[in-house]
């Protein structure tokens, strides 16, 4: 049985739509429409308990999760949602332990959701160029307690000639211009690394994926995730008129090496050329075969 106590988050609940997260304070209440909350009146009652308002009114005290403290996230920027992330952290197989890079912190939400995934073996190192946008991630980070898990740097990658972090797992993106920072991502990811991209135009996505073809990345894959929740009642039940719809397009790719070949004596020969080889064919003949390659990443 977990208590509340002094210094707890907690979230009142009482609907979908009006709920408080809050970090319990003895001399501390809430003013709302339906009452006042006294955080006093949570202390030494075990989560998912109730308390009742002056209006007689009551809300549940529940225990925040990572999707509460993102979606009651202080907004600097436009936030990476709970829809997009989900697939994020899926498809690029994040996981504990791993280094993952992200440019563009913006609010903190993706940066928040990551560090609660890698931890406590892994590592964020986050980039912006921003400093008021990076003093409110880290107000985010501090209240949903990842900011141990995180390491902010006022760093503009498009200029860096030296990358500061190397053999990354995975680079997350989250620029107006993407694809301006895609040879300096392959510079930071290791071999097969995963890289997302944010792009909330299809333009974004047109100039990403050429990039990342020109800087050799394979397994790109563009997609939308939209939801929609359902009110279910007994008789009645329909598609609910609110939903989160189009926020973002996402970008996924990994690093490949279009112009190397296998190590594996027994593999078969293919178009693709050895460094040895290279300096033994005219340059046109480069060029065809980098196109050729080129041409079949396009076509997956």
């Known amino acids: 049985m977990e208590l509340i106590k002094q210094n707890s988050p907690v979230l009142f609940f009482f609907n979908s739509s009006k709920k408080w997260l809050v970090k319990i304070s003895k001399k501390e209440a809430l003013h709302t429409h339906i009452g006042i909350l006294k955080h006093v009146d949570a202390i030494g009652k075990e989560y998912g308990s109730k308390i009742t308002t ?43 332990n791993q280094k993952v890079v992200e440019i563009g912190t913006g609010s903190a939400s993706l940066t928040s959701f990551v560090a609660s995934i890698v931890k406590p073996r892994g590592h964020v190192y986050t980039f912006d160029v921003d400093e008021n946008f990076m003093k409110i991630a880290a107000k985010n980070l501090k209240k949903c307690g990842m900011e141990k898990y995180v390491t902010q ?104 090496f279009f112009n190397r070949d296998s190590k594996k004596k027994s593999a078969p020969k293919s178009k693709k050329i050895s460094e040895t080889a290279k300096k033994s064919i005219s340059k046109k003949e480069k060029t065809k075969i980098l196109k050729s390659n080129k041409k079949q990443d396009l076509s997956l």
């Open 54 to 96: 002056n209006k007689d009114k009551y809300v549940y005290l529940l225990k925040p999760t990572m999707y509460d403290y993102i979606m009651k996230i202080q907004h600097g920027t436009q936030i990476v949602y709970p829809k997009d992330l989900g697939y994020i952290v899926a498809r690029a197989g994040i996981q504990n």
């Open 153 to 256: 740097q006022n760093l503009d990658i498009k200029t860096i000639k030296k990358p500061p972090v190397t053999d990354a797992d995975v680079v997350l993106i989250d620029l107006g211009d993407p694809w301006t920072v895609i040879p300096q991502v392959r510079q930071m990811l290791k071999g097969s690394g995963a890289i997302f991209a944010i792009c909330p135009t299809m333009n974004q996505l047109e100039k990403l994926t050429m990039s990342l073809i020109e800087n050799e990345f394979t397994d790109i894959e563009s997609t939308e995730h939209i939801l929609r929740t359902i009110e279910a009642r007994e008789g009645k039940t329909r598609h609910s008129f609110q939903g989160i719809g189009h926020t973002t397009y996402l970008c996924f790719a990994r690093k490949a």
